[in-house]
């Protein structure tokens, strides 16, 4: 069996597995309210922005606009 490789020093601060702030996950009824409310306010608004402002995970983020996408709320635009 390999052992597993050693991180660098400058990694040693690096978090491994889930952060205790985002242990918890979101109700995405509510985080689409959250979400359509942002980007009514913004009008076009990044992804990025939307999840540092949301208190989510990213993957949170991502299904919520997908499924808003599907109901033909929000529309996906390339920069």
Known sequence: MEEAEEFPEEFSKIVLG???SL????????????????????GEVRLSKL???????????????NRLKEKGLVEEKEV
């Open 51 to 65: 999840w540092l402002t949301s208190d989510c995970h990213l993957w949170e983020i991502v299904y919520a606009l």
């Open 23 to 42: 242990s918890r996950r979101r109700n995405i009824e509510e985080l689409e309210k959250e979400l359509i409310e942002k980007i009514s306010v913004e």
């Open 18 to 20: 889930a952060h205790k």
